[in-house]
């Protein structure tokens, strides 16, 4: 089975701070996201790489940045914790594109990192 | 990207089938339609996909139109832990997932 880990369940930041969600899949997926998700609000896509050192914004890139160094490891950083950005984090993974059959590699995620800025 | 429309919510009695529509009358032809769930406190799950063929996996059943503009995912016998929000999701090669608001479905004994 795929396995995506994301290193904290729950993490508690205070304003300022710096924070680093961390991630890894054990699949040699090409494809990594971040989503966040609120109330009301659904789930968000923060960023996305589609390859080490690749990262492309999603819809609410502001605030946040990403590190892709490793193929299997997709980090989160809030350069400076705001308490809007307190949260339900989520990660996913995939294969690039074309899975089998022609079709679209299916996203599976982590359970999530539940972060609250104070 | 495709815009979905999904009932709020849905309730189902255990061991009935649960059928879960979903309306996507602006998918283009390259985009998949993807089913995700969402257990309470857990990280989305996938379910099933398909482009226009009926498909059937171990966890459900997806029925799509001629016009591909709805679709129906069917779990066959509902238990307690199908309990869980359900996503509907266009999808094309090379672009990420984008979840709405999905269905509420509730499983009651």
């Known amino acids: 089975d795929v396995k995506v880990t994301q290193s904290s369940r729950y993490l508690v930041k205070r304003t300022g701070e710096k924070v680093f969600l961390e991630c890894v899949q054990d699949?040699?997926?090409?494809?990594m996201f971040w989503y966040r998700q609120d109330p009301g609000l659904g789930l968000r896509l923060i960023y996305f790489?589609?390859?080490?050192?690749?990262?492309e914004k999603g819809d609410i890139p502001e605030g946040y940045s990403v590190s892709r160094e490793k193929k299997e490891r997709f980090s989160l950083i809030l350069e400076s914790a705001s308490t809007n950005q307190t949260s339900m984090y989520l990660c996913?993974?995939?294969?690039?594109?074309?899975?089998?059959?022609?079709?679209?590699?299916?996203?599976?995620f982590g359970n999530g990192t539940r972060l609250t800025v104070t | 990207d495709a815009k979905t429309t999904q009932p709020p919510s849905m309730d189902c009695a255990e061991g009935r089938a649960a059928n879960l529509p979903c309306n996507h009358s602006?998918?283009?032809?390259?985009?998949?339609v993807y089913w995700y769930r969402q257990i309470h406190s857990q990280g989305p799950q996938y379910i099933i996909h398909?482009?226009?063929n009926n498909e059937t996996n171990e966890m459900a059943s997806l029925i799509i139109t001629e016009d591909r503009k709805s679709s129906t995912l069917i779990l066959p016998h509902a238990t307690l832990r199908d309990t869980a929000v359900y996503y509907c999701?266009?999808?094309?090669?090379?672009?990420?997932?984008?979840f709405g608001k999905g269905t509420t479905l509730s499983v009651s004994s």
């Open positions: 996913a993974s995939s294969f690039l594109s074309l899975g089998r059959g022609g079709s679209v590699s299916p996203l599976h």
């Open positions: 699949m040699d997926h090409e494809n």
């Open positions: 790489s589609y390859d080490v050192k690749m990262k």
């Open positions: 602006t998918i283009s032809g390259n985009e998949y």
């Open positions: 398909g482009l226009k």
């Open positions: 999701i266009p999808r094309g090669a090379g672009t990420a997932l984008i």
